[in-house]
């Protein structure tokens, strides 16, 4: 069903439900990764894009759970409920939809309820990372205008990432921007904490392995194993004379605002 013929609640079956927003239009937001060619994606039906360091969830085989982090964008477009299919289908805080004939997941509030659970849409609500230029441009092409945004009093209200967050981003970012640049005869520079036969180096790279999280890399006593996670890639990349894009911050529709104290 469209969702902008859903009206307030969409029932699909006995106990389960689904609470929209009001209004004829809903915020969604696409997340791209550092150093794919979706992250430099523009379009001037984009609302607004904001760099981040989003952190990903994982299981192990007996239930543990670990999380990891990328340097991404989120990507804010103003999509009319008509462009919106939702599916008969239970989500359970993830409400399955179709979007121009991709079908996405809402990342949105649910609880249970006297009658079974309940789905609640956000007027602004998240569809997942890792996406494409082409299915960025597929949003973009029936996505509102800014221009027109303002005409219909459509704004949006972001936060620019804390001193923590940048600081999270710009190391996310050197390490890709790095892993993939390290050649022979560059440099390494440990992290705080960590020593290589008692050095933080710099230590020069000899070779990278395929496949493998960590470089050969020579000292004064020979031939050493660096590992990824031991690399400080900020200052890395700054040994090496690489300049690491800044977080990119824009807003079209509406103010920044100051970031909230931790």
Known sequence: MRMDLAGETFHVEEGYEVRLPPGNHLIVV???HFGEPGYNFDHPNVAAKKSELAEFKHYRGNGSKFWTSKAGIRFYF??????????????YSYVPVLIRGRKCHLNVSGGTTSGGWRDCVNRVAHI??????????????????????????????????????????IQAAAAVTMRNSLEPGRQVLLRDGYS??????????????RRKRHFICADTMGLVRIQYSAIDWGKTAEINGVTVPSPVMVNRIGPVLEPTPA
């Open 128 to 169: 997942g990372c890792g996406w494409p230029t082409k299915g960025l441009q597929s949003l973009a092409e029936i996505a509102v205008s800014p221009i027109e945004c303002q005409a219909q009093g459509i704004t949006l209200e972001i936060e620019p990432p804390d001193d923590s967050d940048q600081r999270g981003f």
């Open 78 to 91: 103003v999509l009319p409920k008509a462009q919106i299919e939702l599916l008969p289908e239970k989500g």
């Open 196 to 209: 290589c036969q008692g050095s933080r180096g710099p230590f020069a790279v000899e070779s990278r392995p």
């Open 30 to 32: 696409a997340g791209a």
